[in-house]
Structures are given as C-alpha cells and as structure tokens.
C-alpha cells in the first residue's frame, strides 16, 4: 500500500509541495479557483482503470463469456457514457431519462439493458423503437404491456425477469432489495417468479433470453452474491427442466461495497467475479443448464471513489460544549446522502491537506433544513472563511441525485486526466433554474 493509499480513502488522491490536495495530477485549490464551487471532480483514468478491473476479471476467471454493464444511475451524464462506451462496457439505464442520455452520446443500443420497477407505457415504447438490446421486466402488468407494444413494432423484443432470490444483503434498508418484501421483481417462494417465465413463453412477442437479481447496494460480503448466484442457477435449472426455457444471460447486479471512510474495508473488486464464476460454474454442471453469458452492472464502485466534490468553506459556528459547524458552499442539494442514510464521508482541507487533523467539527450545507449535513463530526484541520474543502468518494450517487432544493443551482462537473480538466456538465444558472416557469 502506497503512503497516499494510507493517507485518503481514495488511491487517486495525493499532497503536492504547496500541500494542496492533488487528483489527476491537477491541484485541487486551482480547479475550485478556476471553475468555481461547489464543483464535482471525476478523475477519469481511475474510472477506466475501474472499468479494466471488472472487465479483466471477467476474462480472467469466466473466459470473457460477460459483460459488465456500468450501473449509469449511479453518475448520468453524456460523458460517461462515451467514457464507457469506449472501455467496451454496456450500461444499465433506469429511466426514459437515462436512455435518452445514452441515445445523445450515441450509446450503442444492443448493448442496453433497461430496468425499473414501473417503466411507463411511454419509456417501454421508446425502448423498443430505439432498439434496446435487453428489457428486464418486473411484473406481469409490465410484460403484457411489452408484448403488446412489440407486437405493434412487430418485433421480438429480448427479455429478462427481475426476480427475488430472497437473500438479505446486510446493508442499509433502503438500499437492499434481494428479499420477498421489495418493490422490485418476482419473488421465488411464492411462485411469481415461475408464473411470469411461463406467461412470458406463450407470449409471441418478447423472448425470454435471461434472468436478473440485484441484492443490494453498498455490500462489502461475498457471501451473499454467491448465494444469490446459486438460487439463480437453480432457478435457470427449474426453467429448463419445467418449461423447456434455457436462459443464455444469468445478470447478477450490481452492489459491491467501496471505501467511503479509513474503516471501511471492501472486497478487490475483481474478486467478486472470482468466487461468482466458481459457483455458476459448478451450479450449471450440477443442474445441467449451460453455461450462461454473465452479466454484472457495478456502479458505485466504477464512479465514486473516482470523485469528489470542492467546496469554498463559509460561517463557522463554534457552539462551546456543544459542536463546531463548518459551513460550506453546497450541502444537501448536492450531496443527500447524509440527510437520506446517514451515510459517513471522509474530507481533507485541500488547501492545507498535510496539516495536522486538530479540530473535531461537523461540515453543514448551506439549505434550510436542520439535518442538512455533509459530516457529522470529523478531525480536520483548524478551518477558516474561504478554505477549499475536498468531501472525498462522491462520484456515485450524488449529482445523479442532486436537487435544486432552495433553489440552488447544480454544480458544475469537472472531468480530469493526466494533467487536464475540463467540464463535462456545466454548473447551472439562475436562468436554467426558471426555464420552465411560466
Ligand atoms: N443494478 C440494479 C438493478 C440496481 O438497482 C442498482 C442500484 C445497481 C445495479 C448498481 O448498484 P451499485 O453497484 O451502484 O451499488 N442511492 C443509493 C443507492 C441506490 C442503488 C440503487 N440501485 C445510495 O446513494 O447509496
């Protein structure tokens, strides 16, 4: 492990000789004084050497018989899809939203597969004109609704069921979703998920080419992927033998667990499609199924510790016998992690990032709401009005979910490589924030 490893949560990160945080080889106070904050920094060789990992191993250990598709919920924008589109990988879209995006960054469509748990009339016709390679149906309703509009393209459209496998991942309650209580997909135990496969085979407009589970987000086991791969096998092995239906894709979601903070401890990601492939390989010869195409859809682990967000720190609070707050620039409209799940972030003072950590305080946004937090006390450096504040592994899920709560615009999002920036999606104006009134 490098000293800069041991040093940030993120291996990307170092301190130049005026002890400025550096990412990407570009200072961090110079990019905040150049395109102002808060800003969001996407280091772009690290989510394509993020990208190699996954698709390396897949090779390594599966014969290169998958594809990982980037989770591209996790971080939206024209860039990344071009980003990974050139790194050959394919990409999950949630939304008409989503798809859009990747039709405007000329995503290639076989290679899209698209999810939700309630894709309107609307986003599945899209969907089928466009020629989306895969649609992963969640329910009944939704399948009839396909095969009627397949019908009405005349086309077979290519799909795989969201099924339930019933594992509890142990993660945050709003971010698990393997067990028979979610909103999403077919469950086993009760039946659904063998109703819909065989509905869906008397059904001449859409083709049941694969099955899909996602157990979860933010997961640091293996365990429970492996469990999830076996259930699913077992699935692929009942299809087969009762409806005479042989899936060719097992796609077994995304989930995998990144540092956030020194104590997190994840999993080498390349290890996950290790131990994946061992157990799908032994589930296919005990059951006789083929060996599926495999499908793994990363996409915290691809983008956020590729981030991270620069903010200009502003009134300081310093409440005795009670709590420091640092106020900054941006806050929940940006990042709603904390007030959503608590989630815990690491920060440097990126213009003193080799200064000692003296000062126990809490980092606060800028909104008017009393749980709008970015930190909940953190040992940083004394910090004055006007210091840059880097909060560090906000790749993932933070523009993709930003608001314009307060009516504050969106931060611009810089993209850096080997020496360079420049912006990827620009910060919006007040005038974009009125654009629609009327
Ligand atoms: N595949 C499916 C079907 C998913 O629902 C998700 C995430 C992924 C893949 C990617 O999971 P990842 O590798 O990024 O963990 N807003 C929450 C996370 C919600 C995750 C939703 N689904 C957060 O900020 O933690």
Request: charged share 25%.
């Amino acid at each position: 492990m490098s000293v800069t490893e041991r040093m940030f949560v993120s291996k990307n990160l170092s301190v130049n000789e005026k002890g400025h945080l550096v990412i990407g080889k570009n200072d961090t106070v110079e990019l905040a004084e150049k395109f102002g904050t808060p800003l969001y920094v996407v280091d772009e060789e690290l989510v394509r050497e993020n990208c190699r990992v996954y698709k390396n191993a897949m090779d390594k250990y599966y014969g290169g018989r998958g594809l990982v598709l980037y989770a591209s919920k996790a971080f939206c924008a024209k860039y990344i899809y071009r980003v990974v589109k050139e790194e050959g990988l394919g990409i999950d879209v949630v939304s008409g939203g989503e798809l859009y995006t990747a039709l405007k960054a000329d995503f290639p469509m076989d290679k899209v597969y698209f999810h939700g748990n309630n894709k309107t009339v609307g986003e599945l016709e899209m969907a089928v004109e466009n020629g989306v390679g895969n649609i992963i149906v969640d329910n009944i309703y939704e399948l009839e609704r396909l095969n009627e509009i397949a019908k009405a393209h005349g086309v077979v459209q290519d799909i795989m069921f969201r099924i339930k496998p019933g594992v509890d991942a142990h993660t945050h309650s709003f971010i698990r979703t393997g067990q028979i209580d979610s909103k999403f997909g077919v469950a086993l135990e009760n039946g659904e998920a063998f109703e819909i496969c065989k509905r869906a085979s008397e059904m001449p407009n859409v083709r049941v080419n694969g099955i899909h589970c996602h157990i979860g987000s933010q997961i640091f086991d293996i365990e429970p992927f492996c469990e999830a791969a076996e259930i699913m096998m077992n699935f692929a092995g009942d299809i087969k033998d009762e409806l005479g239906i042989e899936i060719e894709k097992l796609n077994l979601g995304g989930g995998y667990g990144i540092r956030y903070t020194p104590q997190d401890d994840p999993v080498p990601y390349d290890d996950y499609i290790k131990h994946v492939s061992e157990v799908v390989k032994a589930a296919a010869r005990k059951r006789g199924v083929k060996l599926p195409f495999i499908l793994m859809e990363p996409g915290r682990s691809i983008i956020a510790p590729a981030g991270i967000t620069l903010y200009t720190v502003g009134g300081i609070k310093d409440i005795k016998n009670v709590r420091k707050y640092v106020s900054v620039d941006g806050g929940m409209g940006d990042n709603p992690r904390y007030i959503l799940y608590e989630s815990e972030y690491d920060a440097v003072a990126a213009n003193k990032a080799d200064a000692p950590k003296t000062e126990k305080v809490t980092i606060a946004g800028k909104c008017c709401e009393s749980g709008d937090l970015l930190i909940k006390d953190i040992m940083l450096p004394e910090l004055h009005v006007g210091d840059t504040l880097a909060v560090l592994a906000t790749g993932a899920y933070n523009y993709s979910m930003a608001s314009n709560y307060n009516r504050i615009p969106r931060p611009a999002v810089a993209a850096v490589s080997d020496g360079k920036a420049e912006i990827v999606v620009k910060r919006e104006s007040y005038e974009d924030l009125i654009r629609n009134d009327l």
